[in-house]
Nanobody, 124 residues
Framework: QVQLVESGGGLVQAGGSLRLSCAAS????????MAWFRQAPGKEREFVAG????????YYTDSVKGRFTISGDNAKNTVYLQMNSLKPEDTAVYYC?????????????????WGQGTQVTVSS
């Protein structure tokens, strides 16, 4: 089993920054790839960024490239999402996900473990 706990959400003005954290525990093999998804009201959950512990590979959806950075801290078993230049359209509940696959996947069906989510609200 893998447990994921997100933190760091909040309210920020457009142009501001937030850093989300996802603390992972449980079997290392089961969480070799981790990702952030988000879900805005009335919309489907979408992939934001992914991270692979084997080599630190990253992958981003186009709308956040150049603004968001995903990274991992092995010692703390934590994945971060640094979000800069935030826009009102970034407002959503952000979820951390994990899976044993080596390759980063952009579909939520490819992830077996999920956190409870953290709210990010960007005001205009």
């Amino acid at each position: 089993q893998v447990q994921l706990v997100e933190s760091g959400g909040g309210l920020v003005q457009a142009g501001g920054s937030l850093r989300l954290s996802c603390a992972a525990s449980g079997r290392t093999f089961s969480r070799r790839s981790m990702a952030w998804f988000r879900q805005a009201p009335g919309k489907e959950r979408e992939f934001v960024a992914g991270y692979n512990w084997n080599g630190g590979k990253t992958y981003y959806t186009d709308s956040v490239k150049g603004r968001f950075t995903i990274s991992g801290d092995n010692a703390k078993n934590t994945v971060y999402l640094q979000m800069n230049s935030l826009k009102p359209e970034d407002t959503a509940v952000y979820y951390c996900a994990a899976d044993s696959k080596l390759q980063i996947a952009a579909s939520q069906s490819d992830y077996n473990y999920w956190g409870q989510g953290t709210q990010v609200t960007v005001s205009s």
